[in-house]
Nanobody, 125 residues
């Protein structure tokens, strides 16, 4: 069973920043490529960023330069630093193991089909 807990979301004004954290209480995800996903109202869940154990990263095209993904394998934690936030970034953000070799474009779906509660990010004036 997936045991991932996301935190750090909240309400921010456009142009603001948030830092999200994802902790794996089961200690299993240290073995996998990790990703951040988001789902906006009325839209499909989409991959935001992914990171391998060796810190190779992927970002959705529209997010390059604004979002930064990082991980601390020893702490079983993945981070997402979000800067210059826009209203269209509003979504519930989730973490999960990602289907990515470290090259090319990751698969659209996560490795595991079970999702946590996510953390709500709202960007509004």
């Amino acid at each position: 069973q997936v045991q991932l807990v996301e935190s750090g979301g909240g309400l921010v004004q456009p142009g603001g920043s948030l830092a999200l954290s994802c902790v794996d209480s089961s200690s299993i995800f240290i073995m996998y490529v990790m990703g951040w996903y988001r789902q906006a109202p009325g839209k499909q869940r989409e991959l935001v960023a992914a990171i391998t154990r060796s810190a190779r990263t992927y970002y959705a095209d529209s997010l390059v330069g604004r979002f930064t993904i990082a991980r601390d394998n020893a702490k079983n934690t993945v981070y997402l630093q979000m800067n210059s936030l826009k209203p269209e970034d509003t979504a519930v953000y989730y973490c999960n193991a990602a289907q990515w070799s470290g090259y090319g474009i990751p698969a659209h779906g996560a490795l595991f089909g079970s999702w946590g509660q996510g953390t709500q990010v709202t960007v509004s004036s």
